[in-house]
């Protein structure tokens, strides 16, 4: 699973094989989450909330290349939040 992102000791990945709604993991620490690239909600996992409103707003800036990277499988690098 290739990460996307690195920030504040967030890891963002995506599995390129993976079925169901178009999503990503996030991992922080010995936390792990799974969010929706749609809405942005914590699907699935136990990150605390700082954590995930960090994750949220990284994703709002991202979505459309998450999408993009979900339906084509093609793997890119992307920024962190800044």
Known sequence: ????????GILIKMYFREHGVPHFHALYGEYNGIFEIENLE?????LPK????MIKEWADSYRDDL???????NFKKLPGLE
């Open 42 to 46: 914590m699907i699935e996992g136990d």
């Open 67 to 73: 999408l993009e990277m979900w339906k084509t499988q």
């Open 1 to 8: 699973m290739p990460i996307i992102a690195r920030f504040y």
């Open 50 to 53: 700082r954590a995930q409103k």
